[in-house]
């Protein structure tokens, strides 16, 4: 990853017992899980190298960036324009039913859509559990991703890559309108 953003160039998405931000690139630099005081899984906020980060990005020539909210909702547009397409990555966290209890689950639902055109997509979930200091492993389900701690596990659902880089995510997808 290249130069830190901005603070402003960041929304926020949260369920009332975590938070996660996510930058004007597609990254989610920041994120405790389960708890806003817990470890973190992804802090390249803090550490480029070795913070960890989960980036859904539109690649390209001549790619601009807006970031909104949906209004009325804590739901985060990041979308992406290009002479070839327009495409936005959809993010928000899921509050519990009863938020008033802690629970030890958490949800960072990520969706992306193109809406004009066709674009690429380059998918990097490259989790650093603990600061980066709790080595993981990462292992293809019939679901996705399952990355693991001696301590804990994160799932990458809805992506099955063709195989892992290392034991990180990078794939590269290309859509058209209405995908």
């Known amino acids: 990853m290249e130069d830190f953003p901005e603070i402003a160039d960041h929304g926020m998405i949260g369920d009332l017992q975590s938070i996660a931000l996510v930058s004007t690139d597609g ?30 990005k539109a690649v390209g020539a001549d790619v601009r960036v807006k970031q909104m909210y ?16 327009v495409g936005e990555v959809i993010d928000f966290m899921p509050v519990a039913d009863d938020p008033t209890v802690a629970t ?9 859509r193109v809406v004009r055109g066709e674009l690429t997509f380059r998918i990097e979930c490259r989790p ?3 600061y980066g ?18 301590d804990t596990h994160a799932a990458l659902h809805g992506l099955r890559p063709e195989s ?8 590269t997808i290309t ?3 209405g995908e």
């Open 104 to 112: 030890t689950n958490r949800v960072i639902a990520r969706g992306v």
């Open 133 to 150: 200091r709790a080595e993981h492993t990462a292992t293809v389900t019939g679901h996705g991703v399952r990355f693991e701690t001696a």
């Open 70 to 85: 949906f209004p009325d909702t804590a739901v985060l547009i990041t979308r992406f324009m290009s002479d070839d397409g």
């Open 175 to 177: 859509m058209a309108a």
């Open 27 to 56: 990254a989610i630099d920041w994120f405790c899980a389960p708890r806003f005081d817990s470890p973190s899984v992804f802090a390249s906020l803090l550490d480029r190298e070795r913070g960890g980060f989960f980036r859904i």
């Open 128 to 130: 650093r559990f603990d």
């Open 164 to 171: 892992l880089d290392g034991d990180d995510v990078d794939e």
